[in-house]
């Protein structure tokens, strides 16, 4: 379905690596700048709550009785970059997470027991715990909330010192969590976010994906009798 909305992008030839080789990808900022240029005429919004596993053609047929503009959601929605990011139902938002958040974080006590001036652990290392046997190689440095993350873990890690095969480091772990579990950031009294964990409201990750999946069902549209109009001037500017 992301055909109907990225045929109308431009392509154009970027340096994804600095390598001087480039490659053809769509142009995505002409999404804000597009849409930033329309909206100076359209005052005709509406919001529509979407319902657990209602697809974004579902949507679109339903309030424009065409499947094909589900894609003008994506424009008006500064939270719906692609289909990635529309709200997913309950079994795939378990999958999505389980994907995403695979590893195991072993928290240290201290942040340097992670990073410090004169060492780090480094992305991709393996990492063995000789008391247990296991091991397993780092995806995440997080010294903020005093943690690497590992995946592909063989054996079970305890509390107990763990090394790092290339960079030496070595901490003694606090606590082992399942990356899903573990921190994403804290919340104080007013819901701001912050790093500060004293006296303030844990957000795991899992939280942290609920929250901004829930956000996400409640989507702003643009009212039928302004969306050809809409399409017509995007169209039209994206391709200038």
Known sequence: MAKGFFKHIPNINYDFKSDGKFYQAKDLFRKVATWSAIQEGITGYNYYRITEGE?????ASKLYGDATLYWT??????????????????????RFLSRKYSGKCLVAGSSTDIVSSTSKFELGEKVSQSTSGAYGFV??????????????????????TVLGDDSGKSFTVTSVQNEVDAVNHYTDSN????????GNTVITNTQYELDLN????????IEPQYISRVVKEFIELVRD
């Open 214 to 221: 829930e956000d996400k069902f409640q989507i702003r549209y």
């Open 139 to 160: 995806t995440d440095i997080n010294p903020t909330h005093k943690r690497i993350t590992l995946n592909s873990v063989s054996g079970s890690f305890t509390t107990g």
């Open 191 to 198: 819901a701001l976010k912050t790093t500060i964990s004293t």
């Open 55 to 59: 697809r974004p053609d579902v949507v």
């Open 73 to 94: 959601f994506f424009l008006v929605n500064e939270n719906l970059q692609d289909m990635s990011d529309w709200p997913k139902s309950s079994q795939y938002f378990n």
